[in-house]
């Protein structure tokens, strides 16, 4: 079973703060991602990585950066956190590239923005 | 702009009867759809797709219909059991061009004992 796991489950933040969020997965896999679930939004994508080092821009870029230096781990960086980034942040893996299935989604960090 | 859309937030449907999660897609380009599913506090886990060379596709309980002229797919689960009261998502995307998915807005089912 391949397996994704995220630093945090809960997290609060203040307002301008840098905030990081951690990734790992343990399959080998060279695609990662990040979304963000929002009530009546959807999933959208921030950020995804098809190798190390590698990075594209998804729908919803602004105001986040990414940092993959090894294969196993993706990182998402809010430079200086806002209240509009309250969300539910998801990572996801897999061997297929960026339209195939994703076979795996970490559990998710839910962060706050106070 | 959503070009994924669920027009149905919600659904509650009788144990033992069938649920029919609904789809509609505007990007003519889309060829691969797929269904997610999803409990709260965990991240989604994917259950079903097709190709749009194919109009149905069935696993288990579970099985997608896909209308490529109404640009609409569908969901159907027979018979519905309380564990499928989740969240579920569609996706799309171009396998040509390797894009990426597009996620629809979630659609939340209840299925009543």
């Known amino acids: 079973d391949v397996k994704v796991t995220q630093s945090s489950r809960y997290l609060v933040k203040r307002t301008g703060e840098k905030v990081f969020l951690e990734c790992v997965q343990d399959m080998d896999h060279e695609n990662m991602f990040w979304y963000r679930q929002d009530p009546g939004l959807g999933l959208r994508l921030i950020y995804f990585?098809?190798?190390?080092?590698?990075?594209e821009k998804g729908d919803i870029p602004e105001g986040y950066s990414v940092s993959r230096e090894k294969k196993e781990r993706f990182s998402l960086i809010l430079e200086s956190a806002s209240t509009n980034q309250t969300s539910m942040y998801l990572c996801?893996?897999?061997?297929?590239?960026?339209?195939?299935?994703?076979?795996?989604f970490g559990p998710g960090t839910r962060l706050t923005v106070t | 702009d959503q070009q994924v859309k669920q027009n149905s937030p919600s659904l509650s449907v009788q144990e033992g009867r069938i649920s029919i999660l609904n789809c509609d897609y505007t990007?003519?380009?889309?060829?691969?759809f797929l269904w997610y599913k999803k409990y709260p506090a965990e991240g989604p886990t994917f259950l079903i797709s097709?190709?749009?060379?194919?109009d149905k596709n069935e696993d288990g309980r579970f099985t997608v219909f896909l209308n490529k002229s109404a640009k609409h797919l569908s969901l159907h689960i027979v018979p519905s059991q309380p564990g499928d009261s989740a969240v579920y998502f569609c996706a799309a995307s171009r396998l040509r061009g390797n894009e990426k998915l597009t996620f629809g807005t979630g659609t939340r089912l209840t299925i009543i004992p």
């Open positions: 990007n003519s380009m889309f060829d691969y």
């Open positions: 996801a893996s897999s061997l297929q590239g960026a339209g195939g299935p994703i076979e795996a």
């Open positions: 990585s098809y190798d190390v080092k590698m990075k």
């Open positions: 097709i190709s749009s060379i194919k």
